[in-house]
């Protein structure tokens, strides 16, 4: 009997070893993928990404998609997964017991200092990246100005100029090169275990680039519609002047005049 005690007794202590041991393999694994530093290898030996967050432009700020609690919480869920299946487990040598008086692994393994130190690793892992992913967010300010300010109000200061069509093309060229600044930022942006995809934020940034070209462009467009029209009217009138008959010196005079303003209005176009 004392034998079978002793034979039962060793499988338990088996079984609660290989129980430790898979669970410290898991949530070691987690602790590696998760919070493991990179080896500083630029050609892909470092910390590879565990997250997919995607960057989004939403009500005029910079958001996570999922957000960096929501990671933190499925990084808790998933650790919490791996301790709580070893309750369906139970000790040996219980059948004789109630169903709800037999105890399981779980309770020995919870309290093992390594598996509570891993734990509590792991439930604080992503506040390690805040302050960079912060950091990271923030390098979207600078394209702020886009919506917070008027377009109608910066286009009425930039009308108290009597901007020439230089301006316009002056200005209308910023705005490309702020859509080519935007089309270099990279598409994925590693900090520790997460990737930050920049696609969507970059798709957001590039409408608004367009609706300010496109308001320029606009204002530009009705300008030179209205100056055409009224160097066509002009145009019009000059040459009802050169089409009167030439009869002597002053009307001779006049056609000649007439023609003097037609070059002048074919340099001023020109210019």
């Known amino acids: 009997m004392e034998d079978i005690i002793r034979l039962s007794k060793y499988y338990n202590w088996s079984m609660y070893q290989a129980l430790l041991h898979a669970t410290k393999y898991s949530l070691n694994q987690m602790k590696e993928r998760i919070c493991g530093r990179s080896s500083g290898s630029k050609k892909g030996g470092g910390l590879k990404p565990f997250f997919e967050v995607e960057v989004f432009l939403e009500e005029n700020k910079t958001v996570l ?12 869920k998933a650790a919490s997964a791996v301790l709580k299946s070893t309750k369906k487990v139970q000790n040996w ?14 309770t020995w393994i919870a309290r093992d200092k390594e598996i509570v130190k891993v734990i509590l690793l792991l439930t604080g892992s992503i506040q390690g990246t805040r302050n960079n992913v912060i950091k990271f967010q923030a390098s979207f300010d600078k394209f702020s100005w886009l919506w917070k300010k008027g377009m109608d109000q910066e286009l009425k200061d930039f009308n108290k100029k009597i901007p020439t069509l230089e301006d316009y093309e002056n200005k209308l060229r910023q705005f490309e090169e702020l859509a080519q600044e935007v089309n270099e930022i990279d598409g994925h942006h590693q900090i520790g275990a997460l990737s930050l995809k920049t696609d969507k934020v970059k798709d957001s940034l590039l409408e608004w680039i367009e609706k300010w070209k496109y308001r320029f462009s606009k204002d530009l467009h009705k300008k030179a519609k209205t100056l055409l029209e009224s160097l066509m009217d002009e145009l019009k009138q000059i040459q009802l002047k050169i089409d009167k008959e030439v009869v002597d010196i002053d009307s001779l005079g006049s056609v000649m005049f007439a023609l003097e303003e037609i070059r002048k209005k074919q340099s001023d176009f020109a210019h």
Do not use: A, C, M, T
């Open 65 to 76: 998609k999922p957000s960096l609690d929501e990671v933190q919480h499925s990084i808790n």
């Open 93 to 106: 040598n219980q059948k004789d017991l109630p169903e709800d008086d037999r105890k399981p692994f779980y």
